[in-house]
């Protein structure tokens, strides 16, 4: 991949903006990173650099050129506008605030041109929300990124009701020439896609947790050691297809089962406000990740998502 001269513009340089810099950088791309606050920046810069120089060394660096090289393809800016001339495309990386989105996007919108497009990292606020009263409304969406995505390639693209089609294209193909993976969402929609699967899956660990049928260990056994490893190559509706003579054949044979299964057991959503269980949980961990080694056991976490995302690029698509 060749030093590409366009300009990418983030603002935000906190956890995800220095994700996404990082990302970009290695891509070839020039980063200009804005921060509302000076000392911030200063740190996003050399957290940056030591970052990729600690990747590059560990051979989990992204992209092309040394570290070093990559590094200074990123700049940071204390303007707003600065940070924004020239750029083709801006990810926006404030915390999830609905009245700092808003505030950020319209100021974003004052400055750019019309071609620009500004996808926000928003986890949970969907872009209507905050861009409705921007000119440039329809060159706006949101590109979720999930941590951390420099090991974590899915972006989930979603869309207001007035963001173009070509918008919506024009930034997948990006996030695929940058190495992410992106899904598209057809519409708006609460929690997008991966928090809807993932809250489903920790209603029924709640509910079994609940009634004592497993530890919180066991619990997690079953996706680390069981759904984990093949949701990591394989989706449920491909592992429906591949565990039969296709997703048809598994359906006549095992719909009834299931159905039965959950219509006969499966308790209604739990309130994750119940403290009593999640401090019953807490107390199982206490033991194996009490709070004061919960930084280590996530850099245990980060050290293993690269290493995955590492076999599964050697390994290619298919
Ligand atoms: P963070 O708190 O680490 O960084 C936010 C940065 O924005 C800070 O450096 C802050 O100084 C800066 N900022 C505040 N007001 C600003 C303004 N008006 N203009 C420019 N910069 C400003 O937050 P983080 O974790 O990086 O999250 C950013 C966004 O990404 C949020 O919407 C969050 O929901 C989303 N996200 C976060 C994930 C996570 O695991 N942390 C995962 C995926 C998305």
Same mark, same amino acid.
């Given at each position: 991949?060749?030093?590409?001269?366009?300009?990418?513009?983030?603002?935000?340089?906190?956890?995800?903006?220095?994700?996404?810099?990082?990302?970009?950088?290695?891509?070839?791309?020039?980063?200009?990173?804005?921060?509302?606050?000076?000392?911030?920046?200063?740190?996003?810069?050399?957290?940056?650099?030591?970052?990729?120089?600690?990747?590059?060394?560990?051979?989990?660096?992204?992209?092309?050129?040394?570290?070093?090289?990559?590094?200074?393809?990123?700049?940071?800016?204390?303007?707003?506008?600065?940070?924004?001339?020239?750029?083709?495309?801006?990810?926006?990386?404030?915390?999830?605030?609905?009245?700092?989105?808003?505030?950020?996007?319209?100021?974003?919108?004052?400055?750019?041109?019309?071609?620009?497009?500004?996808?926000?990292?928003?986890?949970?606020?969907?872009?209507?929300?905050?861009?409705?009263?921007?000119?440039?409304?329809?060159?706006?969406?949101?590109?979720?990124?999930?941590?951390?995505?420099?090991? $974590? *390639?899915?972006?989930?693209? %979603? !869309?207001?009701?007035?963001?173009?089609?070509?918008?919506?294209? /024009? &930034?997948?193909? +990006?996030?695929?020439?940058?190495?992410?993976?992106?899904?598209?969402?057809?519409?708006?929609?609460?929690?997008?896609?991966?928090?809807?699967?993932?809250?489903?899956?920790?209603?029924?660990?709640?509910?079994?947790?609940?009634?004592?049928?497993?530890?919180?260990?066991?619990?997690?056994?079953?996706?680390?050691?069981?759904?984990?490893?093949?949701?990591?190559?394989?989706?449920?509706?491909?592992?429906?297809?591949?565990?039969?003579?296709?997703?048809?054949?598994?359906?006549?044979?095992?719909?009834?089962?299931?159905?039965?299964?959950?219509?006969?057991?499966?308790?209604? $959503? *739990?309130?994750?406000?119940? %403290? !009593?269980?999640?401090?019953?949980?807490?107390?199982?961990?206490? /033991? &194996?990740?009490? +709070?004061?080694?919960?930084?280590?056991?996530?850099?245990?976490?980060?050290?293993?998502?690269?290493?995955?995302?590492?076999?599964?690029?050697?390994?290619?698509?298919?």
């Amino acid at each position: 991949m060749a030093q590409n001269t366009k300009k990418i513009s983030i603002v935000g340089s906190g956890l995800i903006g220095q994700n996404w810099s990082m990302i970009f950088a290695g891509a070839g791309y020039n980063v200009c990173l804005f921060d509302v606050d000076p000392a911030q920046l200063e740190r996003a810069k050399s957290n940056i650099s030591s970052t990729l120089q600690r990747y590059e060394k560990d051979g989990l660096m992204r992209g092309t050129g040394t570290a070093v090289e990559q590094s200074t393809r990123v700049s940071t800016s204390t303007s707003l506008e600065e940070c924004l001339r020239s750029t083709f495309y801006v990810q926006e990386c404030v915390p999830e605030n609905l009245e700092l989105k808003t505030k950020v996007f319209a100021q974003i919108d004052n400055v750019i041109g019309d071609d620009v497009i500004v996808a926000s990292s928003s986890s949970c606020l969907v872009a209507s929300s905050f861009t409705e009263k921007c000119n440039h409304r329809d060159h706006m969406l949101v590109a979720h990124p999930i941590n951390p995505p420099y090991f $974590i *390639p899915l972006v989930e693209m %979603v !869309p207001a009701p007035w963001t173009k089609p070509e918008v919506m294209a /024009t &930034t997948r193909t +990006l996030m695929e020439e940058i190495g992410q993976s992106p899904v598209s969402l057809k519409r708006e929609c609460p929690g997008f896609a991966l928090n809807r699967l993932q809250y489903a899956c920790i209603n029924e660990a709640w509910n079994m947790y609940q009634s004592g049928l497993l530890s919180a260990e066991d619990i997690d056994k079953v996706c680390y050691d069981g759904l984990g490893p093949r949701y990591a190559f394989i989706g449920p509706l491909e592992t429906m297809h591949l565990n039969a003579d296709g997703i048809v054949d598994y359906c006549k044979r095992y719909a009834e089962g299931a159905v039965d299964v959950q219509n006969k057991t499966f308790k209604p $959503i *739990p309130t994750l406000y119940d %403290v !009593p269980t999640a401090e019953k949980i807490q107390a199982e961990y206490n /033991t &194996t990740i009490p +709070l004061d080694k919960i930084q280590n056991k996530r850099q245990w976490r980060d050290n293993r998502l690269a290493a995955l995302a590492k076999l599964k690029k050697e390994m290619g698509k298919s």
